[in-house]
């Protein structure tokens, strides 16, 4: 199976502030890494799919890169409603594993 | 609207069985591959299963193949996931999510989730 690991594990920002998780594989996986937000008590949210392309809809302040092993989410100008967990999914192979997730607090 | 509303979920004694429903509607069932992921709670997200929009090719995590049974009803819209043997740590939100494609391959991505239903295992 594919490990995906986040970083940090948690981060603390602040209205306004560009933040910036990285998610590694533990293979190469080209560019399929999808990004998620979860608000607490709510279902999660697709942002990002196949690494940097923004789900419609969705902020453009939130954007993806990295191919291979390593893959970055960038959310800028942080807004009070951004403040939520992301996870990276890899969607190379089954099992479509998740990475732990980053909490993003204030 | 694109809507999916997951049922089934409750309390069960260990060992036990229980079968979880999803309701889709907005957008042509059997074009789409469905999956389920959960939650434990407090943890992080875990995909479970996923079938592909014939309802023909199944795929599951192994911690409950075979203990477990994905399946569409392309006819009433509804996805389904059956589980044996529950244990507590089977504890957790269960998530219906639909696919972007009909098959469950490589550069698929989940663009809509049901709003999740709590299975909990204890005696």
């Known amino acids: 199976d594919i490990q995906m690991t986040q970083s940090p594990s948690s981060l603390s920002a602040s209205v306004g502030d560009r933040v910036t998780i990285t998610c590694r594989a533990s293979?190469?996986?080209?560019?399929?890494v999808n990004w998620y937000q979860q608000e607490p008590g709510r279902a999660p949210k697709l942002l990002i799919y196949?690494?940097?392309s923004l789900q419609g809809g969705v902020s453009s302040r939130f954007s993806g890169s990295g191919s291979g092993t390593d893959f970055t989410l960038t959310i800028s100008g942080l807004q009070p409603e951004d403040f939520a967990t992301y996870y990276c999914?890899?969607?190379?192979?089954?099992?479509?594993?998740f990475g732990p997730g980053t909490k993003l607090d204030i | 609207e694109v809507q999916l509303l997951e049922s089934g979920g409750g309390l069960v004694q260990p060992g036990g069985s229980l079968r979880l429903s999803c309701a889709a509607s907005?957008?042509?069932?059997?074009?789409?591959?469905m999956h389920w992921v959960r939650q434990a709670p407090g943890k992080g997200l875990e995909w479970v299963s996923g079938?592909?929009?014939?309802?023909?090719?199944?795929y599951y995590a192994a911690f409950v193949k075979g203990r477990s049974t994905i399946s569409k009803d392309n006819s009433k819209n509804t996805l389904y996931l059956h589980m044996n043997s529950l244990s507590p740590e089977d504890t957790a939100v269960y998530y219906c999510?639909?696919?972007?494609?009909?098959?469950?391959?490589?550069?698929?991505?989940?663009?809509?989730w049901g709003q999740g239903t709590l299975v909990s295992v204890s005696s």
């Open positions: 196949a690494a940097s």
């Open positions: 999510a639909k696919d972007r494609q009909t098959l469950v391959t490589m550069g698929n991505w989940f663009d809509t």
């Open positions: 079938i592909s929009g014939s309802g023909n090719v199944k």
């Open positions: 999914q890899q969607s190379f192979s089954t099992p479509f594993t």
């Open positions: 907005g957008f042509t069932f059997n074009n789409y591959a």
């Open positions: 293979q190469s996986i080209s560019n399929y």
